[in-house]
């Protein structure tokens, strides 16, 4: 039994072997004035620290957190995360 929805894989379909990915800078830069958190596994093979810098320096009220010993994605339920989720929620009104 799947623990994700598997919908999500057809997100895959559009994309052709061996062609460049699309940037989604611009996508990315819409949210600059929306409160955005994100979570990076710090053995991530899929989300590099680089990219999280970039997307630091595009918003700057970007909140990072590096998850300790995890890869992609991390646990939710690990190193204090369902606490820091609940504070940025708060924090961002929800």
Do not use: Y
Not at 13 to 38: C, H, N, T, Y
Not at 59 to 81: F, I, K, R, S
């Amino acid at each position: 039994m799947a623990d994700h929805d598997p919908a999500l894989g057809k997100t895959l379909d559009a994309l052709v072997p061996g062609e460049e990915l699309p940037a989604l800078w611009p996508q990315f830069d819409a949210l600059r004035d929306i409160p955005v958190m994100v979570l990076r596994g710090e053995n991530s093979g899929l989300l590099s620290q680089e990219t999280v810098d970039e997307m630091a320096a595009r918003h700057p009220g970007l909140q990072c957190v590096d998850v300790e010993g995890q890869g992609h994605a991390p646990l939710l339920h690990t190193a204090g995360l369902p606490q820091m989720i609940q504070r940025f929620l708060d924090q961002a009104g929800t």
